[in-house]
Each structure stands twice: as C-alpha cells, then as structure tokens.
C-alpha cells in the first residue's frame, strides 16, 4: 500500500477529487472518513470507524484546469451523486482516499488535502464578520471543527476561566458567541476539538484567535477589545492631522526598524529606547533628524515589522542581553558575534518576520506590552507630526509556524487550510518558514481585513507586502480596492492616498505563475502597485547579493574606472532605472543602437517591466544584505580616501533619489551606515544593528566579525577591511555624507520634473545624451511646462576618478547653471562643477553627482 503517511491527493470542491497518478478505470475509488479520527492501516488493509464516499473516473474540466493549473495532469475522480449528502460531515473528521483492486485489494491509502472543497462548500464565509464583532461577541471560521467553544479567563495570566459553547453556522463554518458588553475587555481564547493531520488523530486545540485585535503578554491569549474604545487612544487620536499625501511614484521612503531607531540613543530615556515611546520623544536625537530628513522632503518612514511576532520575549524581564564590553573587543574578532549568538533566542532583537497575530502591534516595542495599542497609535502620531507618513511592513505569505506547534496559530484552528501544501501534502517553506496560502479565500480575506484594519484604525499611510510574489495578484489588487474605498468621512482615513509596494519576486513552489497569477514585478505592472527593482540596485552596487565574491565592482563602486562591456550594460540599467524602469521608454543602448527597456537583459530576462512609475521601486541598499557602505568597503579599492568613499555612497544614493519613480533607502545609509558588512542581520542583536545618530560613536564598522551563520564564508574578505582604521569614518565624512543626501532630497523635490506621473511623459521628456566617457551618465530632462523656473534640468553622474566635461548639443548656447542647492552647497568639490553654454559642455569633478537647470530667463530654480 503507497501513500498512506502522505496528503497526495486533493479535494478540490464538493464533487471533485483529484489523483496524483493514473486513475485506474478497472480499480475502486472512495474517500474513507472517520468522525473518531481512528482510521489506521494493518494487516494491508484499513482498520477504525471508515465510512466511505463513493468517487468515481472522471475528468476535470478546462475551468478546472484553469483555477488549479498545477493539477491540470493529474487523474480526476468524482463524488458519486448518491454520496453528495456525506460531504460535509466528512470534513469534520478524518479523511483518507482509498483505491482498490478489480478484487478489492487495497492499493493505496492517502491523505487528502481539503482547502478547494472547504472553499466551495463555504463560499458565504467570506463575508460574515470574524473576530471581536461588537460588544462582546465573537466569531471564528472553523469549518472542520467537531465544536469550538470559548474559553473566558479573569485575567491574562490566572487560570480561572468559564467555558461559553459557541454555535456553528452550517452554511458557513462558522462558530459565534453573543456576550454582554461586560465581556469587553476580558482574555480568551478558542477550544477547538478538530481532526489534526499533523498529530493524526482528533485533538482539543486551545488556540488565540486568528482576527485578534489584542493579545497578552506573551501572545497566549486573545483580549476582546474595541478599537475605538476612548482609554486606547491617544489624545488628539480621532483628528490627527497627517501630512500631506503624496503621490506613489513621488514619495521618498526610509526603512526604518523601531529597535534600531533607539536602542543606542543616550538622548532618549532608558525606559523608551527600542520602543515605540521613542518616537514620542521631540527632543531625542533619532526624532530630530526624522524631522530634519522631512525637512529636506522625505515623505515616508518604512517600519519593519510591528505587528505581533513570535521571536522576542514582550516582557522586558524575560530577555537577556550580550554580556561584555563588546566595544572594547578587537574590530576584527570573532568575540562579538560570539556573544551575539549566546543570547539572540531571548534578546531584545529581531527583524520580526515571524508571524503570530498579523493585526496586533508586537509588545516588546511597547514600554508595557498591555498599552501596545495606545503607544502604536503615539509613534504614528509622532512620525506624522514630524512631517513624515508611515509605512508598514506586512507579512502574510508565511507564519511562525504550522501544524501543532504552540506558535501556530491558523493551522490549529482550521488544520490543513491557511498554509500551502505540496503534491505530498507537507507545508511549503520556499519562504524559509511555513507558507500561507493567500490563493485560498478565506487566508486571502485575512490579508484584507487586516490591512484595512491597520488603516483604519491605526492610520497606517502604506503598506510594503513581504514576499508579495507569493501572493496571487487578485489578492493584492483585492487589497487596493478594498483601501479606496475608505473615506475621509466614513473611515476617517483617505484609503487613496495610502500607497502599496512589496517584493515582487518569483520563486518557490508559485514561480512562474505554477499555481496562479502572482504578484511579480511584470505581474502588478500597471496596477501602481509598486515592486522593488533589482536591476539598478545591482549596477550600481555590482554583481548581484549572492556572489561568492563580495568584490564584484558596480557603476557607483569602482567599476567607472575600468571600462569595460559590463560597465557600459551597467550603464544602459541606470539609465532605465533612472527613467522608471519602463518596459516601453526607449534610449540609446550601449550598443549605440536604439533599445526600449524591455530589451534591455538582465540576467536572461528584461530589464525593463514597469508600466508606469509607480510601479517601480527604486533602492540600492535595504535591510536586506549588506548595507551600501559594507558594500563599497568590499568593492572599492583598499586605498580609497574616505573621502572619496563618501562621494561614491552619495553617488549611489543619487541614482535613487534622482530618478523617476519610488525612491526607497535603508535608514542610516545617509550616513554611512555599517553593520559591520553582516549581510542578514535579523537575529543578530543590537550590536551588529546600531544606528548610531551621533557620528563621535562612528558608524558600526568595526564592530567585529559578523555572525557566522550567514556571514562565515567571506570572513577571509571581511577580516582585512574591519581591522583597517582607515575605512572607519568620523564626523567630517558622516556629515558629509548627510549633507549630500539632504542635499539630493531638496533637489528632488525642487522641480516637479524628478516625478513626471506617467510612462507618457517620462517618454517624451527623459533622454540621456551620450557622455563621450564611460562612467559617465547625463541625463536630460526637458521641464517645459511641467516646472514654472526651469525649461530643462540636467543630471551628471561622473563615477570616475578624473574630472568629467561631457557636451551637450542642447546645451549649446542656453543659459544654464549649477543647480542653487549645490551652488550653496558645503562640498567645495560640487561647487566647481560648471557648465559652459559657448561650448555645450558641463564639467563635474570626479566621483561626483551635479545637477544644472536651464531656465526661460537664465535664473536658475529656487528650491521648494
């Protein structure tokens, strides 16, 4: 007998039962269930309380097919019409697909994978309120459940409790409880008795409530709460004035962890560092340079995770910190990340991409885990009156964990449902953790509710999908539809102008649309939902993340001082990049030939995907990999100045900022952020992720040799660089860098023409002269009619290390001038860039970005 530990087969709606392998016309087929859960194999046959459910050879039809393509060659059988009545009892417990020999020998035995018939069965589902529904009234979608009934507890801690029985909604698989109003406030949590594949048998799951709004500390126990409840808002919460909305492919983001913002800021209480309370503090360091980063026009700050997450203890007693003067350590030794490690299961740290309750805000940022929701809401509030929107990081595509597991939270509610299976019926982990299954309709609504949820009621101006190419592209379009209509009258938030982006990557189990239309970075094209764009994250930094050789030179690390053909591709990618990444615009190649973007290759595909703008999300460092300046430490030349270090991270950074479409840059990166070239930080502590905002403690390079868990096999690269002094920047080179980013910002928002809207317009204005050198781009774009001062502006990417005097013919007898804000800049270097109308030419200093402006009466622009 094959099969029977396994989960081959699949229940794909009420009359539909899909085999892997050949349906056997001469065999018998049947589903054998059992209420007890007891069925078991002996002696080659099946033993327990089986009850069957005919199937019969069937066909699937093209529709079929279509919904699930990745079953399109398997063998279908059908629920023989005398049976239909069984169905939905046979869900409640255990369910096996049996076949059988011509003289009833049984063949195989296997499980059943059941999400496409729960969809079928309890379409209705989908709009009945779950969760806290008023009051004290409570519903959860258990579909498969023997009973479910509510666990009631005095506290969140104490172990007294009554136990309420809730009643199931056959149509809908849904099991609800009316409670008094007196009940709000109370913790709770689901006994859900239900057949369990991961334990094998019927089980009695004590389990938080998927839609909890609330949890205890320690994530064990829902609380029913009302999020308009006046004690968890904070004053001036219902008309909270936001800053302006800004359009998507206009916005500037900054990517920003809430333990990383404080937790190194001696000019913030103790008791708020890594906290949310942080945010509140209008004096702290981090808070300053938020508002002067919005001053300079930064329009978004991107959290990392904040909704409750499973790997940091909520309670600061519970952790344990590094102990040790790691400062003190060698800055090339393995010590630091030593002790790291000893304590990362129970530090204060982690990325937080682990979920556990996808719409409550994780405790351990809160200076008391009981006031997460009112001290949220005062960091939203904080950031927003700094001049600056916020942006969550959503993750949706994977939880903690699955099956039986303590953190598992939907597969002990509804087992075998919110996670994708493989043909096998295991969970798929292509995320590195157990995937969910957002193609499934009711995994697909939790992802909506909670997003609307987080907008509504925490004012959320954005949202960044983890993963999103995980997702199917009706869900994130079911996303934005479900935002518009917001209103400002009926919500109390404009559901318009929050903007949306994730990583649109393909991989995995779904790649290539195996399963359904994914949210790639050609998928959302056109949807002005933004992905994040590679292509000139890899040319300028060079190479790609995953060489073996972290020297590989990029445009913006060195590589402009050897031409060579991989230079001038590098070239043709920026170009695109800085004209939005369009798969339509059109330039002239390295080839010295016409080429629209999406002939452009990049790695053995096209470059350019977006159909507009707003579809484009452009960085060259996230928290993702090294950060840029661990980045230039292993590409630029050992005896590169430090100077001439942070002309090549302002460089880089320049191309984000002064290209069309979504500029997005890795907080810190400003001023030249190192973790101490750990390239995946997200477990290792505070140390190896300081943001330090005064430049006297330096940048974190230095800080040891990173973790050896991710970062092991380029320590023989790394140990060198950390141990020179000179790669170590003080004040002068911070603030430079500093200066030169706010610089860049100001530019960017100084002329309309940096954010032209429309694929259209991006076309008949961006051009990009030939340079006569290479390492060198100029990129033109004609302002006429789009900006009141300036007729033209003129961008200068000289990555060389020798002075560049590019001519432009268009230039030649116009009045043009060093754009004001680097006219008054305090880099003498860009204050000798020039342009020289007689001859067409502008001069720019090596390794340095120049902007002019051409204007209708020779005045140049006014920075506003």
Known sequence: MDGYLEATAQWIDRATVVWKGEVVAANHYA????????????????????????????????AQKATWPHLAAYGALKVDPRDADLVRDALRGQVMAIERGPCGALLTATGVQIPGVLDDLYAGAAK??????????????????????????????????????????????????????????????????????????????????????????GSGRSQIVDLGDRSLRP??????????????????????????????????????????????????????????LAKDGLTHVHLLPVFDFATVPDRKADRTEPAGDLAALPPDSDRQQACVAETAATDSFNWGYDPLHHTVPEG??????????????????????????????????????????????????????????????????????????????????????????????YKIDGFRFDLMGHHPKANILAVR??????????????????ILYGEGWSFGEVA?????????????????????????????????????????QGFGSGLGDRPCDRLAHYEDLIKLGLAGNLRD????????????????????????????????????DAHDNETLFDALAYKLPGDTPMADRVRMQSLSLAAVLLGQGTAFVHAGSERLRSKSLDRNSYDSGDWFNRLLWDCRDGNGFGGGLPP???????????RPLLADPALRPGCAAIGAARARFGEFLRIRYSSPAFSLGSAAEIGRRVSFPPSGAPGVIVMRIDATGVDPVNTAIYVVFNATGTTAAPAVAALKGARAALHPVQAASGDPVVRRASADPAAGTLTVPARTVAVFTQTHQGNPARPR
């Not at 609800?176 to 048998?201: C, H, I, M």
């Not at 303590?406 to 299976?421: E, F, I």
């Open 481 to 498: 539809a479900a935002l518009d209509a917001l209103t400002l009258a009926e919500d109390g938030v404009d559901g318009r102008s929050i």
């Open 708 to 718: 050896a868990k991710d970062n092991e096999a380029r320590w023989p690269y790394a």
């Open 585 to 620: 615009f059109t330039f002239t190649g390295s080839a010295g030939t016409s080429v629209k973007g999406s002939e452009v290759d990049y790695n053995g595909g096209p470059a350019g995907y977006a159909a507009g703008p707003g579809d484009t999300v452009t960085y060259v």
């Open 512 to 552: 290539g649309d195996a399963r359904f239309e994914q949210a790639t970075q050609a998928g959302m094209a056109g949807t002005g939902i933004g992905t994040f764009s590679d292509r000139l994250r890899d040319a300028v930094r060079g190479g790609t993340p995953f060489d073996a050789d972290p020297g590989v």
């Open 364 to 457: 351990s940022y809160a200076t008391d885990p009981d006031r997460r929701i009112r001290e949220f809401r005062e960091m939203v509030a904080g950031l927003n009156g700094a001049g600056l929107r916020v942006v969550m990081d959503v993750v949706y595509n994977h939880t903690h964990a699955a099956g039986q597991d303590p953190t598992s939270v939907l597969d002990r509610v509804v087992p075998g449902y919110y996670h994708r299976l493989m043909d096998d019926g295991t969970v798929a982990t292509s995320t590195c953790c157990a995937n969910t299954a957002p193609e499934h309709t009711m995994m697909g609504r939790l992802v909506v509710d909670s997003i609307v949820t987080w907008a509504r009621e």
């Open 128 to 217: 009945v309120p779950l969760g806290p529904t008023g009051n004290g009234g409570l519903a959860v979608w258990a579909p498969t459940a023997r009973t479910v009934e509510l666990a009631l507890y005095d506290g969140p801690s104490t172990d007294r409790r009554t136990v309420h029985p809730m009643r199931r909604d056959d149509a809908t698989g849904v099991w609800s409880v009316d409670g008094p109003a007196s009940w709000r406030g109370r913790y709770y949590t689901y006994l859900v008795t239900v057949y369990a594949p991961a334990a094998g048998k019927i089980v009695t799951n004590e389990v938080t409530d998927p839609y909890s709004l609330s949890v205890s500390a």
């Open 235 to 292: 004053e001036g919460w219902t008309a909270l004035t936001k800053p302006p909305a800004v359009r998507q492919d206009r916005a500037s983001i900054y990517e920003l962890h809430v333990r990383d913002f404080s937790a190194s800021d001696a000019t913030v209480p103790e008791a708020a560092r890594g906290t949310y309370k942080a945010f509140t503090e209008s004096g702290g360091a981090g808070m300053t340079e938020l508002r002067s």
């Open 31 to 62: 589903l054998a269930c059992s209420a007890e859960g007891d069925i078991a194999c002996a002696d080659g046959d099946l033993t327990g309380d089986v009850h069957l459910v005919r199937l019969t050879p069937g066909q699937l039809t093209d």
